[in-house]
């Protein structure tokens, strides 16, 4: 009995010993790739950083880690842990082919748009600029005008709507809002600036360019986005809630103001944050109703205002006998628009966490 139990204490140990320490995948996952970025940086020695090609790189360090991770398992674990170990790497391997194309923008943009992220770019327009130099200011502030008078125009619209929806829409009506929204939630863009600029030249005119139309084009892709993100958050506001105002004999809007929109602030904040982010990238719908221009413009309401997506596009599309400075700008604009979407969703991230609902006494 005695022999048994120490056969059963080795067997044990065995099996403790046998087994990988849960940092060693990840461990090798990086070392591949690191050894890849290595051998590329080697092959691409002498060459320029745009030439260098981090999605081969990483992907091939992926493939690498999947035959490492299964040898090394198999060595250790055995057979039937190795086979474990692939299935995960692969898994890995997946979520990584879905991942490079993002790494792959990220790097190309910002290997080709640092080129002009400089104080000159920040601080002048491009008006009398014929090649050299020049910067996006009138397109930043045309973008940011624009975008915040769409978001004035889209929030209350939309933040009404998913309301009735939640608390009062019954029968036809709310099914029809219902249907009209998921219609409009798949409207290509440039349908909404051609909305928008119709009807503007029905009371203005042919050739009614100026920032405000392109707010009310980019407000018809934003209300079906406030709507339905708003609309999920209100509907996971917990009935207890409302049935605990409606006991002290709260009426029902009192209700509606002060215990649900405060309970889900951080969610509809997020909503509209995320909205803001999807609209403030569109070219076409910018393109036809705001125009393009090369100085500043301030007024909403007159004369072409530039955006940063139409100002990528001009640059890239009318270069000059000497391209290289437009394709910068170009990039350098595009650069600037990931990070103010990625500022966007920073601050959506936030604000969720400063107004969420602290459940804990």
């Known amino acids: ?14 099996y403790a010993n046998g087994k990988l320490h849960k940092s060693v995948p990840w461990l090798l996952l990086v070392g591949s790739w690191v050894a890849l970025i290595l051998v590329f940086a080697l092959l691409n020695a002498g060459g320029s950083v745009k030439d260098f090609n981090v999605v081969a790189a990483l992907f091939l360090g992926t493939v690498l880690f999947d035959v490492l991770i299964v040898v090394v398992s198999r060595i250790v674990e055995g057979g039937r842990k190795a086979v474990d170990r692939l299935v ?11 991942v490079l194309p993002l790494v792959s923008l990220l790097y190309t943009v910002l290997a080709d748009g640092l080129a002009r992220f400089d104080v000159e770019f920040f601080s002048y327009s491009m008006r009398g600029v ?8 009138h397109a930043l502030i ?12 889209s929030v209350p619209i939309g933040l ?4 009735y ?3 009062y829409g019954t029968g036809a009506l709310a099914k ?3 249907f009209f929204v998921d219609v409009m939630t798949g409207i290509p863009s440039i349908v909404a600036g051609l909305f928008a600029y119709s009807l503007f030249a029905l009371f ?10 392109g707010s009310v084009a980019l407000s018809v892709l934003m209300i079906p986005i406030v709507v339905r993100s708003t609309e999920e958050v209100l509907k996971i506001v917990p009935m207890e809630l409302r049935e605990a105002s409606y006991a002290l004999g709260v009426p029902k809007y009192l209700t509606i103001l002060k215990v649900v929109l405060p309970t889900s602030l951080a969610g509809i904040t997020t909503g509209v944050m995320l909205s803001i982010a999807r609209v403030i990238g569109e070219t076409a719908p910018l393109l036809v109703t705001a125009g393009f221009t090369a100085s500043m413009n301030y007024d909403l309401f007159k004369n072409p205002m530039m955006t940063l997506p139409v100002f990528a596009y001009t640059q890239y599309s009318q270069q000059g006998a000497n391209p290289v400075p437009f394709v910068d700008r170009a990039w350098t604009a595009a650069l600037l628009l990931i990070l103010i979407v990625m500022l966007l969703n920073l601050l959506a991230r936030f604000i969720t966490r400063l107004f969420a609902p602290k459940l804990s006494r």
Do not use: H, K, Y
């Open 142 to 153: 045309g973008t940011l005008e624009i975008t915040l008078f769409a978001a004035l125009i």
């Open 1 to 14: 009995m005695s022999l048994a139990i120490r056969q059963s204490g080795v067997a044990g140990n065995v």
């Open 204 to 213: 203005l005119g042919p050739g009614a360019r100026f920032g405000l139309v």
């Open 176 to 178: 029809g809002i219902t």
């Open 165 to 167: 929806l939640v608390e």
């Open 130 to 137: 014929i090649s050299e130099g020049g910067g996006a200011l």
């Open 160 to 163: 009404l709507t998913s309301i």
């Open 88 to 98: 995960t790497s692969l898994v890995v391997t997946a979520f990584v082919i879905a």
